[in-house]
Structures are given as structure tokens and as C-alpha cells.
């Protein structure tokens, strides 16, 4: 059984920062993609970030400039790193991970933005 863990969300005011962590446990095999996704109420799950084994990153437009992702392939852990939050950004915050086999969700972090 894969279990990710999920840390670091919290509230925030606009323009602050936070980090969120994953880490993965259990019988893992070789994860070749990471990722953290998030879901506002109402919206749909979108993708935020996401990093390869191979070393390539993708990020939501929205994001670009202010967010960072960054992973240890190794230890099966992956952060999230944001700066400059903005009143879109509050949700709940997933991180995601791919194996060849199968995908895994964590139980979601909320990030919350003040005004």
C-alpha cells in the first residue's frame, strides 16, 4: 500500500509564501512523474506543477513566476514552494505521483489567502 503525505498547508496573507511537502511510503516502485495539483470549491482539479524523472517541469500559466517545484526522486518526496500568493490561489492542494503502474493522490492540504 503507497500512502503520500501531504504537509504545510495553512493560512496565509496575500503576497505571503508556503511550502508543501510530500512524501511517499510503502512498497513504491520507480515514480517517474510528481506533482501537486489543486481544487478550488466549485472548480475542477487542475495541475499546478509537475516534475519529471527526467528532469522536466511544467507549471500552470498562473503560477509562473512565484511557485516552485522541487523533488527527490530518491527519497520520494516533493515540494512545493510559493511565494506571492494571491486571492486565486486558495484551495486544496493534492500532491500526485506516477509510477508506470499506477497514479497515487494524497489527502490534500488545504492553502488559504487572506486579504
Known amino acids: 500500500q503507497v500512502q503520500l503525505v501531504e504537509s504545510g498547508g495553512g493560512l496565509v496573507q496575500a503576497g505571503g509564501s508556503l511550502t508543501l511537502s510530500c512524501a511517499a511510503s510503502?512498497?513504491?516502485?520507480?515514480?517517474?512523474?510528481m506533482g501537486w495539483y489543486r481544487q478550488a470549491p466549485g472548480k475542477q482539479r487542475e495541475l499546478v506543477a509537475r516534475?519529471?524523472?527526467?528532469?522536466?517541469?511544467d507549471y500552470v500559466e498562473s503560477v509562473k513566476g512565484r511557485f516552485t517545484i522541487s523533488g527527490d526522486f530518491a527519497k520520494k518526496m516533493v515540494a512545493l514552494q510559493m511565494n506571492s500568493l494571491q486571492p486565486d490561489d486558495p484551495a486544496v492542494y493534492y500532491c500526485?505521483?506516477?509510477?508506470?503502474?499506477?497514479?497515487?493522490w494524497g489527502q490534500g492540504t488545504q492553502v488559504t489567502v487572506s486579504s
Open positions: 516534475i519529471t524523472l527526467g528532469g522536466r517541469i
Open positions: 500526485n505521483v506516477w509510477t508506470a503502474f499506477k497514479e497515487y
Open positions: 510503502g512498497t513504491v516502485f520507480t515514480i517517474n512523474t
